[in-house]
């Protein structure tokens, strides 16, 4: 209207969301699982340098052929979703590039879960960190570890990452 505010708009659904979760049932519990779950980041390492020779060259894999009933039959006899076996994949490998146990990693879920947004248009997702532990184990045990983690993520999503992004850096 013309007026001088003082107020910074920084996405209006996105401060919406913020001030209608951030008393929510559950957000401290939710804040809590992620400081146990962080507490552990400065262990992660960065990627190891290559160690390749100058000018060598390596082989980029752009097809990747996978029996999918075999792989079904896997995910059924290990009690995984898909999601949460290629997090599983995704987080040892990177485990392996980075020459470290624990790594950090983000991943995306839907964005409009807990608040109304169904007058809205517009693309919406949650971005929540995983810092999984992915020391040698046995197969059964780390697939069971990852879903579980990846299960306690989502189910906390509400708390904001950029809470934790400032908190934690």
Request: aromatic letters at 12%.
């Amino acid at each position: 209207n013309g007026k001088r505010t003082d107020h910074v708009d920084k996405g209006i659904l996105s401060y919406a969301a913020f001030e209608e979760m951030k008393n929510a049932e559950g957000m401290e519990e939710a804040g809590a699982f992620f400081d146990r779950m962080l507490a552990d980041r400065e262990e992660v390492m960065q990627l190891l340098p290559s160690i390749g020779e100058a000018g060598n060259s390596y082989e980029y894999i752009d097809d990747i052929r996978i029996d999918k009933e075999s792989l079904d039959n896997f995910l059924r006899q290990h009690l995984i979703t898909y999601n949460r076996f290629f997090a599983s994949v995704f987080a040892y490998t990177l485990s392996r590039y980075c020459g470290s146990e624990k790594v950090l990693f983000n991943m995306i879920t839907d964005g409009r879960g807990r608040i109304d947004l169904s007058g809205s248009v517009g693309m919406f997702v949650k971005t929540l960190p995983v810092l999984a532990d992915c020391a040698d184990r046995s197969t059964d045990d780390f697939l069971a570890y990852i879903s579980d983690l990846i299960g306690d993520v989502a189910r906390y999503d509400m708390y904001p990452f950029r809470l934790l992004a400032g908190k934690y850096d």
